[in-house]
């Protein structure tokens, strides 16, 4: 069986301690396996030490060109990546090219950005301004590069896509990383980190994996470092909290649990290109990687009077996906299995949980026959859509606006369709990633983005002019903020150049006007 | 005996329980009392369903009228309130109109920025972009007000500009405002707020009060709420760490510990305009407020060869303070007590851990007769400076490195005149909110600015030809970033719009190119 290694303080360990084992969640064969590295605190030195200098020396444009050359270098071996993230991840072959080519994208989204942010070793933010009115002496804000280790925390559902978009921003930066991918996935992960150390002319501890259980990897953090973490809430906290954490100040960034919403306008009617859109992104965001997506569709707001439409179609084109269930292996298979067996057991405990504030009117969550699998075998759902009444919809309390289950499940839940319910609703889920609004009443979308933005990462307004152009929600480009307020934890990542905000450290420069120019290649101001 | 009062949920409340003492710290005499205050969740929820439509009804220009309106409202009230911080905070006449005319001056420039800022209810943030090359669908980041509440934890030193500084910022951005002042020194603050509610015009529902303990305040804070505290490292932990701040990904700002560096050029020798002004600078930090402050240096870098001259300038300048310390009533007085006998226990405490480090070269901690009272009353400590060895200077684990002894207390540390020996000491402090750098070396100057800007908020260059214009880098003008990484809490507040992005969500708006137009006043991008 592969042996994967973790690739820390410059060289490639096996780890030690039992091995840890990796399956293919459709067969629950074993793929791979892994051991706990050791060493964690020298690691992050060496990155701190060796990688953050070399990083600094290159300049933006520099390591734009770094990234450049990693993303042609993903991209050279997307066939094989393709194949670990059906075998290892449950994937089907759209699902890897959806995380695989996702992070090329971000990689190369952030070669050409740094490309153009100059040789300063800072980026200047705002203006050149005197420090108050009359006085001679001038502030400018600088963001430069901070001289710790950029520590990704990746979750299970895109090893490719989660790996290289953290680290696209982070080298853009100037800060060395050290990844740690899910255990469960890091088949795909461990691949591309083989290749970037391969091939990929990185600068010496600009790059380390850490494969398995962190460890005590907190425990030597430092003042200058960052944490960007994706996953669960509970882990989340675990971060946020953690002792060495808080004393030395580090950065954390969390991305966390989202119980995204879409909004059918009351405009928005059966045979529009608008209600088509609204039901093909519906169900792409439901059975996309299995509904293990972060951005993933969880709460359905429709107008009552469109109820009985919406549920009568979504039902048909969820019960097509269900009978394509199975084996990504599998040519005919749309929806592959969840990840792992806990996976499974947690969505199930939430299946159960939802079911205390909901009706559950379609899917079958103890089927145990999957496409081109023995029955019983593989960690499958097929996709559930629950319907709550209107009185529910409104109630804070309710399971649907508190609990993500990470599979492909969601909750229909009706509104009187007027912005104030709509908001009501969506704001019970106390922040989240991603909402998307249907509708081409001008009145209805400018009332909803004043009232849905602040309890948002995302507003995606679709309307029927851009209806054809129209990507579906949960897809994250580059150049938008990927973070929510509240339960989604409070963070932002990607965003073009806001994301980077992340790794620099804003620092104002105080003095003569003259002293700044030079020293900055600012105006006089 | 004056009863001071929390305003909460629109009303005057005395609190319960036992009295709260407040004293004058140069005479021990009380002068004031208040009381626990109760009922902290329904404050917060009144603050956020009255307060924050209203203020976010208003719009930017409104609310940099409202702004104007109390810096004007502040200043009229001037002397009452210089009269309170001299009485309940030891401040002399100049540490309480640092204290005051910089709260109104914070309210002044942020009520300017405001009329700026356009009527829309959120500041466009970046371009318009389209989502990936050659599509129709474009993305604009908005930054708009968090709907919540923006509780205010301030710290004893500055009661008025604490207060007023921030509250500047969140009522900017359309947040309502829950003010927390420290308890030992709240007599300015409470007056303050009585002021604002009384003339201020305020809707109703924009500011509160809490006195006194926080109680289960934090148990009440939800997903849109953003807490900025200043203070000590250990209580910046706690509410980081808090269940619910964590629970619902709050968003906290910590301004905390900070072991401020001054790095005198190898170029800058005595005799010269800028040597006289690094000294000046110097005495100035060490002793205004009493060096409670922040911002005040700790930690004086000096060329070895320079020592000399420094040790013995700064010896008779600070003798000098010392004979001049005791009540701020007293017209020659020049620096008051500190504000309470916890803090000069605390103070003590840090002077021996000092010792252990470094040799005490000036001042005597066990004086007990200052000017205007009688021997033994008052929270006095004279100037208090010590001096390290080179060696003992480039350990990080030295105690002045380590421990901020919140007083008139600072270390010379000798250097060898490089940056790298400068840099490695100033990080040694793990993070700071400024440094200053005084040279006309242009070499030195510019390294410095490379090797400094990621351990800082705030670096300050002092050069020969704006000597004469410099002000002492303690004062934190409203157009500088306030915070530092590490040690000094991570946070950022003030830095004119940059300090807005605390109280505002940022949100990626996505749709088509015309919709975003129109919903936005964008381009078409």
Redesign the interface.
Known sequence: MKRLQSYLAGSWHEGQGDPIVLHNPATESPVAELRKATALGEALRYARETGGPALRALGFPQRGALLSRLAKLVHTHREELLDLAMENGGNTRGDAKFDVDGGT?VLAAYAELASKLGDA??LL??DV????RG???R?Q??L????GVAIHVNAFNFPAWGMLGKLAVALACGMPVLSKPATSTAVLAARIAEILVAEGELPAGAFSLLLGPAGDLLDHV???DVVAFTGS?DTG?RI??HAQV??????VN?E?DSLNAVVLGPDVGPGSELFDLAIRDLVTELTQKAGQKCTATRRILVPQERLDDVRQVLRERLADVATKTGDPQQKEVRMGPLSTAQQLHDAQAGLRALAGSATRIAGDPARRSFVGVPEGKGWFLEPILFEATAAAALDPAAAFHRIEVFAPVATLLPYDGSVAAAARIV?AG??SLVTTVYSDD?VF??EA??AL???????????E??AN???S?GCV?P???HGG??????G?EL????GMQLYL????????G???A???GTGVG
Do not use: Y
């Open positions: 994208a070793p800072w933010e705002g301004e005197p420090i108050m006085s001679k002496i502030a804000h600088v430069c590069p901070r001289v430092g003042p200058q809430a906290a946020r909290g808080v004393a030395h100040g580090v950065r969390v966390a704001a106390e922040g001008r979308v400018g983005v004043t933005a602040p309890l948002l990462g995302r507003l995606v307004i679709a309307d002019k851009t152009a129209s990507l929600p480009f150049v938008v903020n307020p509240g339960r989604a934890g409070g932002g965003g073009g150049r806001a450290q804003r620092t104002t420069i105080q003095g003569g003259s002293q700044l030079r020293l900055l």
